[in-house]
């Protein structure tokens, strides 16, 4: 018998895929999970852009978003800040990728950027758009030491690597 969804006990397909969907004039792309119905889904991140959309994504006319990032960096409860970095990896402004991203680095070219630390998410986020990483990078780094900030273009995993040695 097919589950159905916690929520909205609608039938529930249990393979985890991506819902990628228009809001408000944005272009949200969120992975669902087996315990859920991409529609939930989708009506979860539609609540959080309501949420936060006017102070935070600055929806006004044509886009791309203006985020605010000086909201981001004051926001210091662990919850909303999960939420508005939801919000921008769902909207395309964060990435867990590397490639074509951009990083913050600092005078040993060690990354610096953006990493919540938080204790349900351990990754560290890269900056699709340069004026993001800019912006974060002044606002919180400053002239406090030195940093720069770098696009990444080409990056081969250890497993596409390893994969290429064995094949010769
Ligand atoms: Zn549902």
């Avoid at 900056?127 to 974060?136: E, G, M, S, T, V």
Wanted: proline fraction near 4%; charge should be negative.
């Amino acid at each position: 018998m097919a589950k159905s969804c916690p929520k909205c006990r609608e039938k529930l397909s249990e393979t985890p895929e991506r819902v990628v969907f228009p809001y408000e004039g944005l272009g949200l792309s969120v992975l669902k999970n087996g315990f859920e119905c991409a529609s939930c889904k989708r009506k979860e991140y539609e609540d959080k852009v309501d949420k936060y959309s006017q102070d935070f994504i600055g929806l006004q006319g044509p886009h791309p978003p203006e985020i605010n990032w000086q909201m981001y960096i004051d926001e210091h409860s662990d919850k909303e800040k999960e939420e508005l970095t939801d919000i921008l990896l769902a909207i395309g402004i964060l990435s867990i990728e590397s490639k074509d991203s951009w990083e913050i680095v600092d005078g040993s070219s060690r990354t610096i950027g953006l990493n919540l630390g938080l204790p349900s998410s351990g990754s560290y986020f890269y900056f699709k758009r340069k004026k993001d990483a800019l912006q974060y990078a002044c606002l919180i780094y400053d002239d406090h030491y030195k940093w720069e900030a770098r696009h990444i273009g080409e990056v081969v995993s250890r497993d596409e690597a390893l994969f290429e040695k064995s094949e010769t």
